[in-house]
């Protein structure tokens, strides 16, 4: 079902390691040996539309999955393949979050503390002319 493999549900897999210049209609036809391809995404560079040299490929069964499973290792156009069962997009990533608290200070913001023993300031934002 289309819907389900659109939400990131289903038999998808990670593909990394991809060289830069292949692009989709490629990566296509190779991964096709090893079943249906209900849908791909390569991932490309917002500026530059060029390949990241990482894509998701989503099989319409277990099988296809599996058998895109076996060439994580591989060779593939002079770059070593990672190939790996995609995990849900609810989980926690390794993106560019909005965390609370993100390059506070330990103290909780609070400036005017230091811990014991320290002795030294950091200033920044000087004047290079200064």
């Known amino acids: 079902d289309a819907t389900s493999d659109e939400r990131g549900e289903g038999f998808v897999v990670f593909v990394g390691g991809l060289p830069w210049s292949v ?8 991964f096709a040996e090893c079943g249906t391809i209900s849908n791909l995404t390569l991932l490309t560079d917002k500026d530059t539309g060029r390949s990241r040299g990482m894509a ?3 099989f319409a069964d277990e099988a296809g999955l599996q058998a895109a499973l076996k060439f994580d290792g591989d060779d593939y156009g002079g770059r070593t393949l990672k190939v790996a069962r995609a995990e849900s997009k609810g989980g926690k990533g390794k993106g560019k ?31 290079y002319e200064a």
Do not use: H, M, Q, Y
């Open 23 to 30: 692009n989709e209609a490629i990566l296509k036809r190779d």
């Open 56 to 58: 998701f490929i989503t």
């Open 97 to 127: 979050g909005k965390e609370k608290g993100k390059g506070k200070a330990k103290s909780g913001g609070k400036l005017d503390e230091k811990p014991p023993g320290c002795t030294s300031v950091f200033v920044k934002g000087l004047s």
